[in-house]
């Protein structure tokens, strides 16, 4: 009995080092960035300052020019959301939920507005001050009203 559960072992361990368990994964289709509105003040940040403003862990509001804070979001998950999640705030898709969920129920702050393209979110963050998004960098276009604060 002993040989038997050796040799399962020892054939166990050997299809283990032979065999690759690299899973791929789709990588973003271009650099990730955040974004705001060009007339937002803010030049550049962080991204621990990225994930305080858009959390709103310490503002609700953006200092500078006195306006809310909007955090946007997409409707759907994709490689971009999910390197912003994984880089930037650091919480899975569940756990961003949950966040904002108790948010808008202890502090009656409205979640992340979601859209479905980076078209409209550039569109939205273009007339919206207080808006702070994430696209990809191939997603901007010439003469467009954003400007990338963070690069990941």
């Given at each position: 009995m002993?040989?038997?559960?050796?040799?399962?072992?020892?054939?166990?361990?050997?299809f283990l080092a032979t065999t690759s368990f690299i899973i791929p994964t789709?990588?973003?289709?271009?650099?990730?960035?955040?974004?705001?509105?060009?007339?937002?003040?803010?030049?550049?940040?962080?991204?621990?300052?990225?994930?305080?403003?858009?959390?709103?862990?310490?503002?609700?509001?953006?200092?500078e020019i006195n306006k809310n804070i909007v955090p946007i979001d997409r409707k759907s998950d994709n490689e971009i959301r999910k390197s912003f999640l994984k880089d930037v705030l650091q919480m899975s898709s569940d756990e961003m939920s949950r966040y904002f969920t108790e948010r808008e129920y202890q502090n009656a702050e409205a979640p992340p507005v979601k859209f479905s393209t980076e078209e409209e979110i550039i569109d939205y963050v273009e007339n919206n001050i207080g808006a702070i998004a994430f696209v990809?960098?191939?997603?901007?276009?010439?003469?467009?009203?954003?400007?990338?604060?963070?690069s990941l």
């Open positions: 002993k040989n038997i559960l050796k040799s399962y072992l020892l054939l166990l361990l050997v789709a990588k973003p289709t271009g650099e990730v960035v955040v974004i705001l509105n060009s007339s937002n003040p803010v030049v550049a940040m962080t991204a621990s300052q990225v994930k305080l403003t858009y959390l709103r862990k310490i503002n609700k509001r953006w200092k990809s960098k191939s997603s901007i276009k010439s003469g467009s009203k954003v400007k990338i604060v963070l």
